[in-house]
């Protein structure tokens, strides 16, 4: 059972940086690619960047150059993967979630809220 579990959130003012984790505590790994997502307020939920299970990266154009997507060792079987947020806007406010696609699936995690004050 895959379990994704975000952290790292908060309030930081506008120009600040987070570093966002996602721990996948569940049993099954190996997952097809890993990604980032945030939803603000009476908007949609955006895709923001994802990494491969090769290790390729790949950013939305809003988040390019100033978001960066990792993960840990990739010869676990479970992942851990981060979203390290720079030079971070009010726009940058929102829940951000973590996602795990394994073969036809994806799994969600909860959720953490991030916070940018002006």
């Known amino acids: 059972q895959v379990r994704l579990v975000e952290s790292g959130g908060g309030l930081v003012q506008a120009g600040g940086s987070l570093r966002l984790s996602c721990v996948n505590s569940g049993a099954v790994g190996g997952f097809k690619f890993m990604a980032w997502y945030r939803q603000a307020p009476g908007k949609q939920r955006e895709y923001l960047a994802r990494?491969?299970?090769?290790?390729?990266?790949?950013?939305?154009d809003s988040v390019k150059g100033r978001f960066t997507i990792s993960r840990d060792n990739p010869r676990q079987p479970r992942n851990t993967i981060f979203l390290q947020m720079n030079n971070l806007t009010h726009e940058d406010s929102a829940i951000y979630y973590c996602a795990a696609a394994l073969g036809a699936n994806v799994a969600w995690g909860q959720g953490t809220q991030v916070t940018v004050s002006s």
């Open positions: 990494i491969l299970a090769n290790g390729m990266t790949e950013y939305a």
